[in-house]
């Protein structure tokens, strides 16, 4: 099988694994209670009941606050979310949509999903992106310098600052650092909300470069904290991996140097998993693990967009955001495999398949 062949194979079966993502959820959707006509329902009753005590007061007011809404009432709000028609009808026309990439209109926002989403991009690709880089920039090396240096006193100090970082999550590390940091008990020398300044139009370059570096730094250092841990005992453990391996006491059996055995033997073997795990770990940062730092750090990115549209049950956002992560976990992945067989010619396309 060749690589076009395999990828036309796998962009077919990417169809049902969305298809089965959403209607998977579409379905739970619907036994779901408190859904927006119920709440748009709620509104008005509160309404009501808060005018009734307005105008006349006593029992008798509260009482013709509480009385029901008017059928016809129901059924404008029912045709306004859409509601009006059956859910068979409803989820065809969501796909129909989805294939356009039309994503729908939020309830909440009343803004086109699309659009919302790539307003809240900017805080996530902010979040992700210094987490992603740092991630690696720190824990490679880290990770190397420990497999060289396996039992010494430098890997065992490491590890136990890798682990202790590891074991706090990332929101409580978050947490102590505005306390710290951000005007808490102590010291106020971090923001505590947004990406940027009021005045950010008004600062030169270089002022605005500083601003928005003084704004991310607690969360990116709260968001790095667990994943840094991660890969950098991943990378101890494949390097050493390699190390173990016959081909390395060979090289160093005809004479070769440790820099060389490292670098040109070892070093590109131990980064195939590295490297083909990259874009799978560039995408999720942007998209895992952002919720808690964002409501934490009072960010608007796409987590606190997901969590709120699930509150508020507003679901052409819920189910918009799912089907577009959706699609680019797949295709991810299928980046993820191309990567495998690119940094490791052995691999066939047929052994994907398996």
């Given amino acids: ?23 998977i959820t579409f379905a739970v959707i619907q036994f779901v209670p408190g859904g927006p006509v119920e709440q748009a329902l709620i509104e008005l009753r509160k309404g009501q009941t808060a005018g009734g005590e307005a105008s006349g007061g006593g029992a008798a007011s509260v009482y013709r606050g509480r009385q029901g809404i008017d059928a016809e009432r129901v059924k404008e709000i029912k045709a306004l979310y859409g509601f009006d028609k059956p859910p068979m009808e409803r989820f065809w026309l969501m796909l129909k949509g989805f294939a356009r990439f039309d994503l729908g209109q939020s309830f909440y926002h009343h803004q086109d999903v699309w659009q919302l989403v790539k307003s809240k991009l900017p805080v996530s690709i902010s979040i992700g992106m210094w987490t992603f ?43 102590l650092l505005l306390v710290l940091f951000g005007g808490g008990s102590f010291l106020q020398w971090f923001p505590l909300r947004n990406l940027t300044s009021d005045d950010w139009d008004q600062l030169s370059l270089f002022g605005k470069v500083v601003d928005y570096l003084w704004h991310i730094t607690l969360p990116v250092i709260a968001s790095v904290a ?12 494949t390097f050493l991996e ?21 670098y040109k033997h070892v070093f590109r ?24 730092i964002e409501t934490l750090f009072s960010l608007d990115g796409l987590g606190l967009l997901s969590y709120e549209s699930v509150i508020r049950r507003d679901y052409p956002v819920v189910m918009g955001t799912l089907y577009l992560f959706t699609l680019i976990g797949l295709v991810v992945k299928l980046i993820g495999d191309l990567c495998y067989v690119w940094a490791d010619p052995r691999v066939q396309f047929e052994s994907l398949n398996r």
């Fill in 133 to 175: 880089f740092l991630t690696y920039l720190i824990s490679l090396p880290l990770g190397i310098a420990k497999a060289v240096r396996e039992g010494s006193r430098f890997d065992v100090a490491t590890s136990m600052a890798v682990l202790v970082g590891y074991s706090i999550p990332g929101f409580v590390l978050g947490v």
């Fill in 226 to 237: 667990g994943s840094f841990a991660v890969m950098t005992m991943l990378t101890k453990n």
């Fill in 242 to 262: 390699e190390i173990r391996k016959q081909y390395v006491l060979t090289a160093r059996a005809k004479g070769l140097s440790e820099k060389a055995v490292l």
């Fill in 1 to 23: 099988m060749n690589m076009w062949s395999y990828i036309a194979k796998r962009i077919l079966l990417m169809i049902p694994t969305l298809f089965g993502v959403v209607a």
């Fill in 269 to 292: 073997n131990a980064l195939i998993p590295l490297v083909t795990g990259f874009p799978a770990a560039f995408i999720g940062a942007f998209f895992a693990g952002s919720l808690l």
